[in-house]
């Protein structure tokens, strides 16, 4: 089936430096989401990206979606303390109607 | 109000025990999951299900058996458990089974099998 892999695995930085993480995929996706895993917390939705090169901000977050949609970016300007945990990205392709979750980038930032 | 929440949150039993996850949504969503969370943080989903019937049914033993009695309830019941069983499981639900949809997840059921 459709897989859509992530990388990093692990990222670990110091506060203040900035962070990225990518997801890719064999197929075309139809949309791909984010979501933040606190440590011991549960994911939580952060955004959906659908449109072609389709761009996104909240805050420090920066969200793209690839011009040919088989990949993603989240990055994180100036990581802070608050920002470690860990990062999923999940995508569906045309024909599918299921999300599918890569295996996420946990990040760690030190003080 | 918690909108996805489910019982027990920790979880310690012994091998070949059986045992039941529950899980209630009062969202009004359409479909649930369950999902499976591994040491390494990988998240898999295990099943789905719309309106009380099963959608998806990943390749998960069939000691593994979902059950929906109503679209906010779907509760997981495990038999003869295993150590490989350790894991968190995640509840979750979507307006429905639609790709677009957020998915909003419960708190997690620490499952550790000694």
């Known amino acids: 089936g459709q897989q859509v892999m992530q990388i990093p695995q692990y990222q670990h930085v110091q506060e203040g430096e900035d962070f990225t993480t990518y997801c890719n995929s064999s197929?075309?996706?139809?949309?791909i989401q984010w979501y933040k895993q606190r440590p011991g917390g549960h994911p939580v939705f952060l955004i959906q990206?659908?449109?072609?090169?389709e761009v996104k901000k909240q805050k420090r977050l920066t969200f793209q979606f690839g011009e040919a949609k088989k990949n993603s970016s989240l990055h994180i300007t100036a990581t802070q303390t608050t920002d470690v945990g860990t990062y999923f990205c999940?995508?569906?392709?045309?024909?599918?109607?299921?999300?599918?979750f890569g295996k996420g980038t946990s990040l760690l930032v030190t003080p | 109000d918690t909108a996805v929440s489910q019982t027990p949150k920790y979880l310690v039993t012994q091998m070949g025990n059986d045992k039941s996850i529950k899980c209630e949504q009062n969202?009004?969503?359409?479909?649930m999951y369950w999902y499976k969370q591994d040491s390494k943080k990988f998240l898999k989903i295990m099943f789905s299900?719309?309106?009380?019937?099963?959608?998806i049914n990943e390749t998960v033993p069939n000691r593994f058996s979902p059950k929906s009695p109503d679209k906010a309830h779907l509760n997981l019941h495990i038999n003869s458990l295993e150590l490989g069983d350790s894991a968190v499981y995640f509840c979750?639900?979507?307006?429905?089974?639609?790709?677009?949809?957020?998915?909003?997840f419960g708190e997690g059921s620490w499952l550790t099998v000694v």
């Open positions: 979750a639900s979507s307006q429905d089974q639609g790709k677009w949809n957020t998915i909003y």
């Open positions: 197929t075309t996706l139809s949309n």
């Open positions: 990206l659908v449109k072609s090169g």
């Open positions: 999940a995508g569906s392709s045309n024909s599918g109607y299921a999300l599918n």
């Open positions: 969202l009004g969503h359409d479909t």
């Open positions: 299900y719309n309106n009380k019937e099963l959608i």
